[in-house]
């Protein structure tokens, strides 16, 4: 908590951290929805935001606020597991890598290097191609957490080395402590800060990605998400026929949603970094 | 020798493992997924209503799996599809049929190759210099000017900014054309008048790249300038009394470079990934384009063409990169 006071003191964080906290209600609101997100025809169609249907409603007659709702809450949900797998997977290679060493840390760092280096965007939409309709939320999410983790792993190893340079490890090495419990019980607390700043990188990146996806016309476009939100606005060339609020709704959520998601983590990243945290302190 | 030993042919080694473990996971996920080409293929002619009886389908099952290098066990179809790629050989595509792959992608190759690198490097460039002198005027009033756009362009996903260029250039002020490389209908013949249509057609694409790569390199060249500003010797140059224009351009910027040459390194093999979004924005031709007309159709060898190029691209260019490295950083020289 006393974590949390302080970097709601950087104002970056706080108008972040407020613009999530919106956009989390809005997906909460999706649950008390008066339509159905996958029905069309439930409204009148072509609407400029008018009351009741405050952002008005598309060529599909679907209220468009609450579409947003739903769309938000899937992003965020597939999202949030493409972070958490990546995560898990970042956590177990970085730390193997970084505390064993050796023959271990150099497999471990090659394999992660094969996947910085090879074009997984392409891949990605290789495989969403193949399984296109059968994909659903949590599949997709899963992809993007199986492809995301390289980069923090690395990051993760690196603080893993040095960590295991201090007195500490010592101590409970020389106490009889084994390898993996001190990896897990003494490593982790000082890991965690890091890996809820990856985190949050991750899910941005991966929210980004299903925009593309959908865009591409790869993902499954029946799902309710930022990304098939524009998808389908575009296709219906919405901007052509002057229906600005259906195109420009999912633009500016995510706009904020990418802008709030880079702001938390720049900020947590900056406060995790002590010298980047006397300059700011020195500029307030 | 040492050199030759240390150096060299490590990196020669991960660089030859990496492509293996690329060009073998391209090769693998297709065959693992539940979709099957040669199937989807005659489906769509059943689909599009042409009649085949029994026999004719069970003979093009057999050519159409010749053609796809999908006979025989999985490590037959290994060995050949490493046969056939030695060779340069990536099959026929189906979209456009006879026509094999290689010639589809040297067709597209110059577009993307000529857009992207151009947009990449000047980026890069213009990025660093405006994220030195940033990092080491950090507070200056322009630089934190620059800061807040970089806040909001930065995180944008690219395919919304250029969306968004596209509307104000193209539909609501219309300097610039809507889409496409060249007039439509025309034939490049080289003119100074051919050339300027040219630019005008790549101007929208590149400045959306220009864009968001110039504010991406600014923030990370403006961090690694910050902290190196503050090392000693930096400090001690000061206080020596040397200039310190000459500190910014020899010292500091000089140090804050490393990172980025990598940098530019991965972004350069990045390039078709980058270049499917751009292409489809503003229609451009090029590999993006190729590339997205192979999702649609479903063109599996055109894929899989497009992804072992990228994967040969991007290696390559790291490889050369880090080759050239000890030139830039004389730390690594003698390892």
């Not at chain 1, 956590?91 to 271990?104: D, E, H, N, R, S």
């Not at chain 2, 030695?86 to 190759?113: E, H, R």
């Not at chain 2, 509307?167 to 002020?173: F, G, S, T």
């Amino acid at each position: 908590m006393q974590v949390l006071k302080d970097l709601l003191r950087d104002t970056r964080f706080r108008f972040g951290f407020i613009v999530f906290l919106v956009l989390a209600g809005l997906s909460v609101l999706s649950f008390f929805s008066p339509y159905n997100p996958y029905l069309w025809n439930q409204v009148p169609r072509d609407l400029p935001p008018q009351w009741p249907h405050i952002l008005g409603t598309n060529s599909m007659g679907q209220d468009i606020f609450w579409k947003l709702t739903f769309a938000v809450r899937n992003s965020l949900i597939m999202s949030l597991i493409a972070g958490l797998v990546s995560r898990i997977i970042a956590m177990i290679v970085g730390m193997i890598a970084g505390y064993k060493g050796g023959t271990a840390d150099r497999v471990l760092m090659f394999l992660s290097d094969s996947f910085l280096v090879i074009p997984l965007f392409i891949i990605i939409v290789l495989i969403a191609t193949m399984v296109k309709a059968r994909l659903s939320l949590p599949m997709l999410g899963l992809l993007l957490g199986v492809f995301g983790w390289a980069w923090d792993a690395r990051v993760i190893r690196s603080q893993v080395l040095s960590l295991r340079e201090r007195d500490f490890t010592y101590t409970a090495l020389l106490s009889g402590s084994k390898a993996l419990a001190i990896v897990f019980k003494e490593y982790l607390p000082f890991l965690i800060p890091l890996i809820f700043a990856t985190l949050i990188g991750n899910m941005s990146w991966a929210i980004g990605m299903e925009i593309t996806l959908a865009i591409l016309g790869v993902s499954n476009l029946d799902i309710p998400t930022l990304g098939t939100m524009l998808q389908w606005s575009i296709n219906y060339q919405a901007l052509l026929l002057g229906y600005w609020w259906w195109v420009l709704t999912p633009v500016i959520t995510s706009i904020f949603l990418f802008i709030a998601l880079y702001l938390i983590s720049v900020s947590i990243s900056e406060y995790l970094d002590p010298r980047m945290r006397i300059q700011r302190i020195g500029q307030a | 020798m040492n050199f030759v030993r240390r150096y060299l042919l490590p990196r020669l080694i991960t660089y030859f493992l990496v492509i293996w473990v690329g060009i073998t996971m391209i090769f693998f996920i297709p065959r693992f997924l539940p979709t099957d080409p040669v199937q989807q293929f005659i489906n769509r002619l059943v689909a599009q209503g042409t009649y085949m009886d029994p026999k004719a389908i069970e003979e093009m099952t057999e050519t159409l799996k010749e053609l796809y290098g999908l006979k025989g066990s999985l490590w037959e179809q290994y060995i050949n599809f490493w046969k056939r790629f030695l060779k340069g050989d990536f099959g026929p595509s189906y979209y456009q049929f006879p026509t094999p792959v290689i010639i589809l992608i040297k067709q597209s190759l110059p577009w993307t190759a000529w857009l992207l690198l151009v947009t990449t490097l000047l980026s890069w460039i213009i990025g660093n210099i405006l994220g030195g002198l940033a990092g080491y005027f950090s507070n200056r009033r322009w630089v934190k000017i620059l800061d807040g756009i970089a806040m909001v362009i930065r995180p944008m996903p690219y395919y919304i900014l250029a969306l968004g260029l596209l509307i104000l250039l193209a539909y609501i002020i219309p300097i610039f054309p809507i889409g496409g490389g060249f007039a439509i209908g025309m034939q490049f013949t080289f003119s100074w008048e051919n050339l300027l249509i040219l630019l005008k057609h790549a101007f929208l694409p590149a400045l959306s790249l220009i864009l968001i790569g110039v504010f991406i390199w600014f923030q990370a060249m403006k961090l690694v300038v910050q902290s190196v500003k503050s090392e000693d010797y930096v400090k001690y140059a000061k206080m020596g009394g040397i200039e310190e224009k000459r500190i910014v351009r020899r010292y500091v910027i000089r140090n804050a470079m490393l990172p980025q040459i990598t940098g530019l390194a991965l972004s350069l093999g990045q390039i078709f990934g980058g270049a499917l979004i751009t292409e489809i924005v503003f229609s451009y031709p090029g590999i993006g384009t190729l590339l997205y007309n192979a999702i649609f159709t479903g063109d599996y060898n055109l894929l899989m063409g497009v992804s072992t190029l990228s994967i040969l691209l991007i290696t390559t260019s790291i490889l050369l990169i880090d080759l050239l490295y000890p030139l830039f950083d004389p730390r690594v020289r003698y390892r």
